[in-house]
């Protein structure tokens, strides 16, 4: 397979390391453009149908990019984003959101920051209104300040919580992924 970026094997290896994607998963891919991680989903749910005998599974992407699977030109945290995704899912409950979201650089570190971390909270609010029990979230975030909190406000929701830091991802970098996996679920009244 042709990959459209190399962001791609910063999903395959915390895949092939976690088993966060399986055939037959229905998975949100925020952040989506130009498409690689959408690449791996597809074929690691078996969206495609190409793994015969295996259930068939979906991905979804969205992106303010054009280019992306379905929903492109979408900005993920516009409240309309996320009632399109909403009404694309039909009540359907997800095994996987995962995030590679990242805001455009403006050059000033905590802006930058500030902005990162929106996204994240943005990601989780929705993750935790469509996934299901035991469901999973991984997005990026860059080490900062906030990290700390982000992580501890997700493990109000999942049972496991870690930072992962793939091989594939620059040393040099500041980038990180947060990896909840068990989600608790919701109770809803
Ligand atoms: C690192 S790239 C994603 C690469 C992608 N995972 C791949 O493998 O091809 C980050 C993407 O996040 C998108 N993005 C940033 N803020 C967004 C937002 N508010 N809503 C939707 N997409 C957003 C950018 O447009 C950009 O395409």
Known sequence: MQLRCR????LIEIDDRYKILSPGDIVVDC??????????????????GKMEGDPK???????????????????FTAPSSQQALLE??????????????APKASG???????????????????????????GVL???????GET?????DMSRFYD????????????DSTEIFLLGRGFKGLERK
């Open 57 to 75: 599974g979906k991905v979804v992407a969205i992106d303010k990019q054009h280019g992306a699977k379905i929903f492109g030109n979408m900005d």
């Open 7 to 10: 962001s791609a094997f910063k």
């Open 148 to 152: 700390k909190q982000l992580e501890s």
């Open 31 to 48: 952040g989506a453009a130009p498409g690689s991680w959408t690449q791996v989903a597809v074929k690691r749910v078996n969206a495609d």
């Open 160 to 171: 496991n919580v870690r930072l992962v830091k793939p091989k594939s991802s620059r040393a």
């Open 138 to 144: 991984l997005m990026k975030m860059w080490q900062c």
């Open 88 to 101: 694309h899912l039909q009540g359907e409950q997800v095994h996987a959101v995962i995030s590679d979201m």
């Open 108 to 134: 000033v570190r905590d802006l930058d920051n500030e902005n990162m971390v929106k996204l994240c909270y943005s990601a989780l609010r929705f993750a935790v209104q469509i996934t299901r029990t035991e």
